[in-house]
């Protein structure tokens, strides 16, 4: 009867307000961690609007969080042994949609500016990468943990302007710099793991960032967004 009187979590992608609410949770823990355990720490997924990307995020933000109160019942309380607390740096970037460049500039900031507040920010950084970069390196060294990177709809500034040449070209640069220094931060990094709606490739953003898998398409993960018939019948 308990599982009759949960709420559907109708509109939350918040995986610690749904665990704390005790509305209904779809465990995929188990394919998380699958996915953080296999051979490649970058990761990048594709899956249409309002498909659970984002609630797929906020779960490996509270795992990488150390967060084990919430996962009891899940697969992923059965799978995991040491429940260790990594630095997070979570980017939603949904919030970036129909932008110019001044003012994605300026969300970029604001979300910079929240993980500075925790880590700080050095006086010759300018541009959003230098940021991005002096956070990554500064997280890893007050913890003494790798950092985990989280960006989900990375596409979204892109996606209004992507048959508009020049705005198109214009915002592309910005988001290429900004996600640079995933690559160069390498020996700092425990996970980066990406959303978007769109092939990485077809945006030329990823060019130079080649080590990143695309399991979008991969069987093993078909099911690690949105619900299956089998869930549906056995969990709801």
């Given at each position: 009867?308990?599982?009759?009187?949960?709420?559907?979590?109708?509109?939350?992608?918040?995986?610690s307000k749904i665990r704390e609410g005790n509305y209904l949770y779809i465990d995929k823990t188990e394919y998380i961690y699958q996915m953080t355990h296999s051979a490649s720490s970058y990761v990048f997924l594709s899956r249409p609007r309002r498909f659970?990307?984002?609630?797929?995020?906020?779960?490996?933000?509270?795992?990488?969080?150390?967060?084990?109160?919430?996962?009891?019942?899940?697969a992923m309380e059965r799978?995991?042994?040491e429940w260790i607390e990594y630095p997070v740096l979570h980017f939603d970037m949904s919030t970036a949609k129909h932008v110019d460049k001044e003012q994605l500039?300026?969300?970029?900031?604001?979300?910079?500016?929240?993980?500075?507040?925790v880590y700080g920010k050095g006086e010759e950084e300018i541009?959003?990468?230098?940021?991005?970069?002096?956070l990554i390196k500064r997280a890893y060294e007050q913890t003494g943990r790798q950092v985990v990177v989280l960006i989900d709809e990375y596409d979204a500034p892109l996606?209004?302007?992507?048959h508009e040449k020049e705005n198109l070209g214009v915002l592309r640069n910005i988001m290429r710099n900004f996600y640079s220094p995933l690559k160069a931060c390498d020996p700092y990094l425990k996970y980066v793991f990406l959303t978007g709606i769109t092939k990485f490739s077809q945006l030329s953003?990823?060019?130079?960032?080649?080590?990143?898998?695309?399991?979008?398409?991969?069987?093993?993960?078909?099911?690690?967004?949105?619900?299956t018939e089998d869930e549906m019948l056995t969990q709801m």
């Amino acid at each position: 009867m308990e599982a009759l009187q949960r709420l559907y979590p109708i509109g939350i992608q918040t995986f610690s307000k749904i665990r704390e609410g005790n509305y209904l949770y779809i465990d995929k823990t188990e394919y998380i961690y699958q996915m953080t355990h296999s051979a490649s720490s970058y990761v990048f997924l594709s899956r249409p609007r309002r498909f659970g990307k984002s609630l797929l995020t906020s779960t490996l933000h509270s795992y990488f969080s150390g967060r084990k109160d919430l996962f009891q019942g899940l697969a992923m309380e059965r799978l995991e042994k040491e429940w260790i607390e990594y630095p997070v740096l979570h980017f939603d970037m949904s919030t970036a949609k129909h932008v110019d460049k001044e003012q994605l500039l300026q969300e970029l900031n604001l979300k910079l500016s929240e993980h500075e507040s925790v880590y700080g920010k050095g006086e010759e950084e300018i541009n959003p990468n230098q940021r991005l970069m002096g956070l990554i390196k500064r997280a890893y060294e007050q913890t003494g943990r790798q950092v985990v990177v989280l960006i989900d709809e990375y596409d979204a500034p892109l996606l209004d302007v992507v048959h508009e040449k020049e705005n198109l070209g214009v915002l592309r640069n910005i988001m290429r710099n900004f996600y640079s220094p995933l690559k160069a931060c390498d020996p700092y990094l425990k996970y980066v793991f990406l959303t978007g709606i769109t092939k990485f490739s077809q945006l030329s953003i990823f060019s130079e960032l080649n080590n990143i898998k695309n399991i979008s398409m991969d069987e093993p993960y078909a099911a690690i967004c949105g619900i299956t018939e089998d869930e549906m019948l056995t969990q709801m």
